[in-house]
DNA sequence: TAATCTACCAAACACTTGTTAGAAAAGCGT
DNA sequence: ACGCTTTTCTAACAAGTGTTTGGTAGATTA
């Protein structure tokens, strides 16, 4: 009920207080350096004096930039997922059959990780702790939203006839959105395999299967 | 007597230094109640206050059982580790056919997930950045082990013409591997499934696919 | 009963943490 | 040159961290 603060989308205070006006490319800039130390370092190993040595400058000024800490974690994560679901809002609208709208989303995904890797990486070790913060409560949202995309186009899949109905669908679903996410653990960007052609392999496993057709 | 008994394999204690003797079952306890608070806060987020909490001591008191925090994760991971290969070695001794070893490991698996999960869960989350410790070398070795198991089975399947030849047999080894452990994140042992019913569903998806066959 | 051992508590330690406030540059239009 | 704004540094703070030390209740042994 009593929340603390307000930081990302409304600069204005409350009375007379006038704030700085740091320039958004340096933000971010440094939300990418920070961004990168969360990931590798997991956010909670990672002192604010490391992502100002890693941005070449002292811990005091980063909060010339930011609020706090866990302001820069909110920034990366929400910019995070703000694109994602722009890329799948477009997947879904076009209202593709079961099939082309699982591997579009597939697809969308690891572009995503191509993309943000970094904050992709932050979402996995840390969602499940944040997600009871109500600071953090748009990440519960989104894995509602996420689920309900996912299970519905298998579902729809199966009443199709177009996947099978001999499967536990929550399990599938599970099984389907795993193998696509933990994919940015070991993913590094130029590694010889494009986002499109991991898409397509992964796609072949999970469709298909590793085993040869008898 | 005089001379206690060491605590793990760890290299030789200083000189001089006599320990006392804290009972091994107390020891186990407190690494479980320790190890399920690891798994739900994340190891550096955890204080050794909240597990004293979780076990109804105070803080120091922990330091009659352990060295250190570090070492009680070390011993958590060590554990699991070495039970993990214990039911490894065992299947791989029974020189299957490739399809068959990869079941039986699948399964293993999801028995140690049941039997370890707050310990696979740890693992997942940490093991990044502590291979890179000396401390925790086994976690390497561990590794490569796991690697060169699953890829040797994957790569005999397609030489016997079991798995397909058309995947890249590395992206298709972090593929098997991860779908696996990252049940961990999700599973909850009296969830309605069983470890092997969990592995007979992961198997069928990823040997046949979840598309039906046209 | 006295001596010893086990397992814990109580209180502090040195250090790191995120954060703040004021001073000092650095940049820039005039 | 100047004033004004934007950015960083210096230097500290209070709270929290892992850990150590010495003490002590209760059981076990002599």
């Given at each position: 009920?009593?929340?603390?603060?307000?930081?990302?989308?409304t600069?204005?205070?409350?009375?007379g207080?006038?704030?700085?006006?740091?320039?958004?490319?340096?933000r971010?800039?440094?939300?990418g350096?920070?961004?990168?130390?969360?990931?590798?370092?997991?956010?909670?190993?990672?002192?604010?004096?490391?992502?100002?040595?890693?941005?070449?400058?002292?811990?005091?000024?980063?909060?010339?930039?930011?609020?706090?800490?866990?302001?820069?974690?909110?920034?990366?994560?929400?910019?995070?997922?703000?694109?994602?679901?722009?890329?799948y809002?477009?997947v879904?609208?076009?209202?593709?059959?079961p099939?082309?709208?699982?591997?579009?989303?597939?697809?969308?995904?690891?572009?995503?990780?191509?993309?943000?890797?970094?904050?992709?990486?932050?979402?996995?070790?840390?969602?499940?702790?944040?997600?009871?913060?109500?600071?953090?409560?748009?990440?519960?949202?989104?894995?509602?939203?996420?689920?309900?995309?996912?299970?519905?186009?298998?579902?729809?899949?199966?009443?199709?006839?177009?996947?099978?109905?001999?499967?536990?669908?929550?399990?599938?679903?599970?099984?389907v959105?795993?193998?696509?996410?933990?994919a940015?653990?070991w993913?590094?960007?130029?590694?010889?395999?494009?986002?499109?052609?991991?898409?397509?392999?992964?796609?072949?496993?999970?469709?298909?299967g590793?085993?040869?057709?008898?």
């Amino acid at each position: 009920m009593s929340k603390p603060k307000q930081s990302t989308s409304t600069p204005p205070r409350g009375p007379g207080a006038a704030r700085q006006s740091p320039s958004p490319e340096r933000r971010r800039e440094l939300l990418g350096i920070a961004a990168d130390v969360f990931a590798e370092q997991g956010y909670n190993a990672t002192t604010v004096r490391k992502i100002a040595d890693a941005a070449g400058m002292l811990a005091g000024s980063l909060y010339y930039h930011f609020d706090s800490k866990e302001s820069m974690l909110e920034e990366i994560l929400r910019t995070f997922l703000t694109e994602l679901w722009d890329g799948y809002d477009g997947v879904l609208r076009a209202e593709l059959d079961p099939r082309a709208t699982l591997e579009a989303l597939v697809t969308e995904s690891f572009r995503e990780i191509d993309r943000h890797r970094a904050a992709v990486a932050i979402y996995q070790k840390e969602a499940r702790h944040l997600v009871a913060q109500e600071r953090f409560q748009y990440l519960a949202d989104s894995q509602q939203r996420f689920e309900k995309a996912w299970l519905t186009t298998l579902e729809r899949g199966v009443a199709e006839g177009v996947f099978r109905d001999d499967l536990d669908t929550r399990l599938a679903y599970r099984f389907v959105r795993d193998t696509v996410w933990v994919a940015a653990s070991w993913y590094r960007p130029g590694g010889g395999h494009s986002p499109e052609e991991i898409a397509r392999q992964y796609l072949s496993m999970v469709l298909d299967g590793i085993s040869v057709r008898t």
